[in-house]
Nanobody, 124 residues
Framework: QVQLEESGGGLVQAGDSLRLSCAAS????????MGWFRQAPGKEREFVAT????????SYADSVKGRFTISRDNAKNTVYLQMNSLKPEETAVYSC?????????????????WGQGTQVTVSS
Protein backbone atom coordinates (compact mmCIF):
# COMPACT_ATOMS: atom_id res chain seq x y z
CA GLN A 1 0.00 0.00 0.00
CA VAL A 2 1.07 3.53 -0.76
CA GLN A 3 -0.25 6.57 1.04
CA LEU A 4 0.10 9.86 -0.78
CA GLU A 5 -0.19 13.33 0.71
CA GLU A 6 -0.16 16.48 -1.38
CA SER A 7 0.86 19.91 -0.17
CA GLY A 8 1.74 23.30 -1.53
CA GLY A 9 -1.62 24.43 -2.83
CA GLY A 10 -3.04 27.84 -2.13
CA LEU A 11 -4.45 31.07 -3.49
CA VAL A 12 -2.36 32.86 -6.08
CA GLN A 13 -2.85 35.47 -8.77
CA ALA A 14 -2.82 34.81 -12.48
CA GLY A 15 0.75 34.57 -13.71
CA ASP A 16 2.11 33.39 -10.38
CA SER A 17 3.88 30.12 -9.65
CA LEU A 18 3.29 27.30 -7.20
CA ARG A 19 5.18 24.14 -6.37
CA LEU A 20 3.14 21.16 -5.30
CA SER A 21 4.63 18.25 -3.40
CA CYS A 22 3.40 14.69 -3.06
CA ALA A 23 4.96 12.77 -0.20
CA ALA A 24 4.59 9.00 -0.24
CA SER A 25 4.62 6.64 2.71
CA UNK A 26 4.02 2.97 3.29
CA UNK A 27 6.52 1.84 0.69
CA UNK A 28 9.12 3.28 -1.63
CA UNK A 29 7.86 4.77 -4.89
CA UNK A 30 11.21 4.39 -6.62
CA UNK A 31 9.81 1.64 -8.86
CA UNK A 32 6.49 3.35 -9.53
CA UNK A 33 5.43 5.82 -12.18
CA MET A 34 3.62 8.83 -10.77
CA GLY A 35 1.11 11.30 -12.09
CA TRP A 36 -0.63 14.57 -11.32
CA PHE A 37 -4.29 15.14 -12.14
CA ARG A 38 -6.70 17.97 -11.45
CA GLN A 39 -10.42 18.37 -11.06
CA ALA A 40 -12.28 21.64 -11.24
CA PRO A 41 -15.78 22.04 -9.78
CA GLY A 42 -18.37 20.47 -12.05
CA LYS A 43 -15.76 19.00 -14.36
CA GLU A 44 -14.19 15.61 -14.84
CA ARG A 45 -10.74 14.85 -13.53
CA GLU A 46 -8.09 15.58 -16.12
CA PHE A 47 -4.53 14.50 -16.66
CA VAL A 48 -1.79 17.04 -16.00
CA ALA A 49 1.59 15.27 -16.00
CA THR A 50 3.26 11.92 -15.46
CA UNK A 51 6.79 10.74 -14.73
CA UNK A 52 8.44 7.35 -14.99
CA UNK A 53 10.03 5.55 -12.04
CA UNK A 54 13.47 7.01 -12.67
CA UNK A 55 12.36 10.40 -13.90
CA UNK A 56 13.78 9.71 -17.32
CA UNK A 57 10.45 9.95 -19.07
CA UNK A 58 7.80 12.63 -18.61
CA SER A 59 4.60 13.54 -20.39
CA TYR A 60 2.32 16.57 -20.10
CA ALA A 61 -1.13 17.67 -21.09
CA ASP A 62 -0.93 20.05 -24.03
CA SER A 63 -2.50 22.80 -21.94
CA VAL A 64 0.38 22.84 -19.44
CA LYS A 65 3.33 21.96 -21.64
CA GLY A 66 6.11 24.49 -21.28
CA ARG A 67 4.70 25.92 -18.04
CA PHE A 68 4.52 22.93 -15.68
CA THR A 69 7.36 20.60 -14.73
CA ILE A 70 6.98 17.25 -12.98
CA SER A 71 9.97 15.88 -11.09
CA ARG A 72 10.76 13.38 -8.38
CA ASP A 73 13.25 12.72 -5.63
CA ASN A 74 13.19 9.02 -4.92
CA ALA A 75 15.51 9.44 -1.95
CA LYS A 76 12.81 11.58 -0.35
CA ASN A 77 9.95 9.47 -1.69
CA THR A 78 8.43 12.64 -3.09
CA VAL A 79 7.12 13.91 -6.41
CA TYR A 80 6.78 17.57 -7.34
CA LEU A 81 4.80 19.68 -9.76
CA GLN A 82 6.23 23.12 -10.52
CA MET A 83 3.52 25.30 -12.00
CA ASN A 84 4.40 28.59 -13.64
CA SER A 85 2.26 31.24 -15.32
CA LEU A 86 -0.88 29.95 -13.70
CA LYS A 87 -4.25 30.81 -15.22
CA PRO A 88 -7.62 31.29 -13.50
CA GLU A 89 -9.07 28.36 -15.44
CA GLU A 90 -6.51 26.12 -13.73
CA THR A 91 -8.26 26.50 -10.41
CA ALA A 92 -8.86 22.94 -9.25
CA VAL A 93 -8.03 20.28 -6.72
CA TYR A 94 -4.70 18.79 -7.73
CA SER A 95 -4.08 15.16 -6.84
CA CYS A 96 -1.08 12.92 -7.22
CA UNK A 97 -1.32 9.26 -8.04
CA UNK A 98 0.92 6.20 -8.19
CA UNK A 99 0.65 3.27 -10.54
CA UNK A 100 1.97 -0.25 -10.19
CA UNK A 101 4.25 0.12 -13.16
CA UNK A 102 7.54 1.84 -13.93
CA UNK A 103 6.16 3.59 -17.01
CA UNK A 104 4.10 6.70 -17.57
CA UNK A 105 0.37 6.78 -18.20
CA UNK A 106 -2.12 9.54 -18.97
CA UNK A 107 -5.35 7.74 -18.06
CA UNK A 108 -6.48 7.92 -14.45
CA UNK A 109 -7.74 4.33 -14.71
CA UNK A 110 -4.11 3.24 -14.92
CA UNK A 111 -3.32 4.49 -11.41
CA UNK A 112 -3.72 2.46 -8.27
CA UNK A 113 -3.15 4.88 -5.40
CA TRP A 114 -4.42 8.42 -4.93
CA GLY A 115 -3.90 11.27 -2.53
CA GLN A 116 -6.68 13.47 -1.18
CA GLY A 117 -5.61 16.44 -3.21
CA THR A 118 -4.64 20.04 -2.59
CA GLN A 119 -6.65 23.07 -3.63
CA VAL A 120 -5.12 25.51 -6.09
CA THR A 121 -7.04 28.72 -6.66
CA VAL A 122 -5.88 31.21 -9.26
CA SER A 123 -7.48 34.64 -9.13
CA SER A 124 -7.68 36.95 -12.13
Amino acid sequence: QVQLEESGGGLVQAGDSLRLSCAASGRTISSLAMGWFRQAPGKEREFVATISYSGGETSYADSVKGRFTISRDNAKNTVYLQMNSLKPEETAVYSCAARGSRWTARDDDDYDYWGQGTQVTVSS
